[in-house]
Nanobody, 120 residues
Framework: VQLQAYGGGLVQAGGSLRLSCVAS????????MGWFRQAPGKEREFVAR???????TWSADSAKGRFIISKDSYNTVSLQMNSLKPEDTAVYYC???????????????WGQGTQVTVSS
């Protein structure tokens, strides 16, 4: 399966963006879908994940209360980002894994990334 992320762009601080990640085939119920981000000069970091079978979600502290991960359809996972801050500026990646994890190596399929830029 391949993943394609959409929805990045330029937004002012306090604004919102919705990222979508579309899989080329049905996402298996055994999967955990995650969003990660990588800012310039920094390591790629976990943002949020969802267990496809149950809909259980978990977010990083930096995303709690502002970002919401959700299942949109049988092959689409989204990340609704509200109250955006300049420090949220990064390339955002969606990924598919099988472990309930926020560790990059536990995700074996990655999308190409979409740029989010938040201006102050």
């Amino acid at each position: 399966v391949q993943l394609q992320a959409y929805g990045g762009g330029l937004v002012q601080a306090g604004g919102s963006l919705r990222l979508s990640c579309v899989a080329s085939s049905r996402i298996l119920s055994s999967r955990v879908m995650g969003w990660f981000r990588q800012a310039p000069g920094k390591e790629r970091e976990f943002v949020a994940r969802i267990r496809w079978s149950t809909g259980r979600t978990w977010s990083a502290d930096s995303a709690k209360g502002r970002f919401i991960i959700s299942k949109d359809s049988y092959n689409t996972v989204s990340l609704q980002m509200n109250s955006l801050k300049p420090e949220d500026t990064a390339v955002y990646y969606c990924a598919a894994g099988t472990q309930w994890s926020e560790v990059r190596r536990d995700y074996d399929i990655w999308g190409q990334g979409t740029q989010v830029t938040v201006s102050s």
